[in-house]
């Protein structure tokens, strides 16, 4: 066993020398490890700040909430109404349709609402602080029909606290760092099935306290959740109708992209994309053009069961000078949501920072027709 564990570990070095050393790309492994490591000091920095201010606004609120049992606030009718108002968007869908007026500390409710809300409503409402009263005028609906004020919208799941809200506070997420390493260490040191569930819980924790991720989108069990979202423009000079010419036809993207290795056209807007993945792995998926307008926009989406939801529109916008500016947004879910993201930039492959090198790829190929060499199609052609 000891043996065996030594030559894994000799293994491992060598392999990780080998790829940082590597002649060809090892110079530029190293350069983007310090980089990160750069990037990682710095956010530690920005979050040790923002943990330091948290944990003082936390103790003064908590200081000033005992200091209310003790006497007596005089709560203004302006600043109640402003305090329900906060209010509305955690429990109903249509916030904008409920009408607000305080007086003396009674509260006026009015306006439609689906019934729903009702009850999360008023319970919301009658716990803040200066509420004494709620004279309900509100008007309920079992669906939202034709009633103007409640169209469109989203349901709400009610107020949350602590570790159940959607994004923790810096406070929570140091708490929830020191509790899930003491698990993680706890449960490896106890071993057995009662060892493994708690380092896993303790891992689990972790992950959720360094991505600030709801635990659905970390791992990526719902395509319908967006694990990763980009965000990128580029001006291009070159007219619109060149521009998207050439991005409107996805069997292009080999020749600008450094890890799509090939998008063939399986039908109409249809299309089988091949992209190279960690450590050398290929991966494979079903994409569709779900929008085309000419020279102005294209949109698409992965087809249900891919090994990775994915979804974007670009937009094509023609300067006065005759240059195009790409706006592009996207979000997609890789194989094990966010956690399989940051398993991948440990490998090198980054798809935030790719999309940049490649967006440049293209935007060079296009203003002076030179083929990229360090693309996919290049890199194979070669």
Same mark, same amino acid.
């Given at each position: ?64 909430? *005992?200091?209310? &049992?003790? /006497? %007596? ?10 305090? #329900?108002?906060?209010? !509305? ?110 380092s896993s819980?303790? *891992?689990?924790? &972790?992950? /959720? %306290? ?10 990526? #069990?719902?395509?319908? !959740? ?46 089988h994309w091949?992209?190279g993945g ?105």
């Amino acid at each position: 066993m000891n043996a065996g564990l030594r030559l894994l570990s000799v293994a491992g070095v060598g392999a990780g020398l080998m790829y940082f050393f590597d002649p060809d790309r090892g110079k530029r492994r190293r350069a983007l490890i310090r980089d990160k490591a750069k990037h990682f000091n710095r956010i530690a920095s920005d979050a040790a700040g923002k943990t330091r201010r948290d944990l003082r606004n936390h103790l003064l609120g908590a200081i000033s909430e *005992m200091e209310s &049992l003790f /006497r %007596a606030e005089r709560v203004t009718d302006d600043i109640l109404e402003a305090r #329900v108002r906060s209010k !509305l968007g955690r429990v109903v869908s249509h916030p904008h349709a409920i009408e607000v007026k305080a007086a003396e500390g009674l509260v006026i409710l009015s306006g439609p609402v689906l019934a729903g809300e009702v009850h999360p409503l008023l319970e919301t409402v009658i716990a803040i602080n200066g509420v004494k009263n709620i004279d309900n005028r509100l008007e309920t609906y079992d669906c939202v029909g034709d009633v103007p004020a409640l169209q469109g919208g989203r349901k709400r799941e009610g107020e949350r606290i602590g570790p159940f809200k959607t994004s923790w506070s810096p406070s929570t997420r140091v708490i929830a760092t020191a509790a899930g390493g003491a698990l993680t260490i706890y449960g490896l040191k106890r071993r057995g099935v009662l060892g493994s569930m708690m380092s896993s819980l303790g *891992m689990g924790v &972790l992950a /959720r %306290a360094f991505t600030n991720l709801e635990a659905r989108r970390l791992v990526g #069990v719902d395509h319908r !959740l967006r694990g990763i979202d980009m965000e990128k423009t580029i001006g291009i000079d070159a007219p619109a109708d060149r521009v998207f010419t050439y991005w409107s036809h996805p069997e292009n993207f080999p020749e600008f992209m450094s890890h799509v290795r090939e998008v063939r056209r399986i039908g109409d807007g249809l299309y089988h994309w091949t992209v190279g993945g960690p450590a050398g792995l290929l991966v494979e998926w079903d994409a569709q053009i779900t929008d085309l307008d000419f020279n102005k926009l294209m949109a698409w989406k992965s087809l249900p069961g891919a090994i990775v939801g994915q979804q974007g529109v670009t937009r094509f916008t023609s300067n006065p000078d005759g240059s195009t500016r790409i706006d592009i947004k996207m979000s997609y879910t890789p194989p094990a949501g966010a956690l399989g993201h940051a398993i991948a930039e440990l490998f090198g492959a980054d798809p935030k920072h790719e999309m940049d090198d490649d967006l440049m790829r293209m935007k060079t190929f296009i203003e002076t027709g030179t083929k990229p060499h360090d693309a996919a199609q290049g890199a194979s052609a070669a």
